[in-house]
């Protein structure tokens, strides 16, 4: 009997084709609830969990975890970006500004990202990093990742957490107290929008 995660990560396989070409700001949400309908058909409880992430190529990270970009002005910073190919990619900001630390979300304005968890074993699930890449500027995620094990201080959003795929840094903040405007996106609400997936995600694990 394959685990939780490797199960997971079979249906990502069919998820990652499916939505390597869309780069809408709000794909997360179809894709969170594609792969939690799949999963729950197949007896593997996976919850919603509103997050943002950073993501860094190595230049940048260097910079952030220093400390050093809350120091500059944005002319500063520009230039010193141009200088030194310094990038990063916010995805749950609704500026691009990379700041050291994670700031509460604001009150009633959905401005997030959605990922999913599989709480009894601690994993956590992000379907759509991808849409973070940026190769020319050297940033290269995954279209998704799935972390195992992940602490329950990062699952309650006490603590931030990361995960590096070579010269590309990520860092998460998950806000599981969130008020869940999602809920009323037609990406969520309507079967329609994510059927089709389903169905090949179900496909490929029968014939597993």
């Given amino acids: 009997m394959k685990d939780t995660a490797t199960i997971i990560k079979r249906a990502l396989d ?75 990619v916010g995805l ?30 601690g994993i956590f699930i992000d379907p759509t990093i991808g849409q973070a890449s940026r190769p020319q500027k050297g940033i290269t995620p995954p279209q998704s990742i799935v972390l195992s094990d992940s602490s329950e201080a990062f699952l309650s959003g006490e603590i931030e957490g990361g995960v590096s795929f070579g010269s590309t840094f990520a860092l998460y903040k998950v806000y599981p107290k969130e008020d869940g405007l999602w809920l009323r996106s037609p990406d969520w609400r309507e079967p329609m929008r994510h059927k089709t997936l389903v169905k090949k995600i179900h496909k490929t694990l029968r014939s597993a």
């Fill in 92 to 121: 749950g900001f609704l500026d691009a500004k990379i700041t050291l630390g994670f700031e509460p979300l604001p009150a009633n304005n959905w401005g997030a990202h959605l990922a999913l968890i599989e709480p009894a074993e």
């Fill in 14 to 88: 069919v998820s990652d084709a499916h939505w390597r070409a869309w780069h809408r700001p709000d794909v997360c949400v179809a894709a969170c609830r594609a792969l939690q309908v799949a999963m729950k058909d197949v007896g593997i409880t996976l919850e919603p969990i509103v997050a943002r992430a950073k993501i860094l190529n190595a230049p940048m990270y260097a910079a952030y975890i220093s400390g050093d970009l809350d120091d500059q002005t944005p002319a500063q910073r520009k230039e010193w970006m141009d200088e030194t190919g310094a990038w990063g």
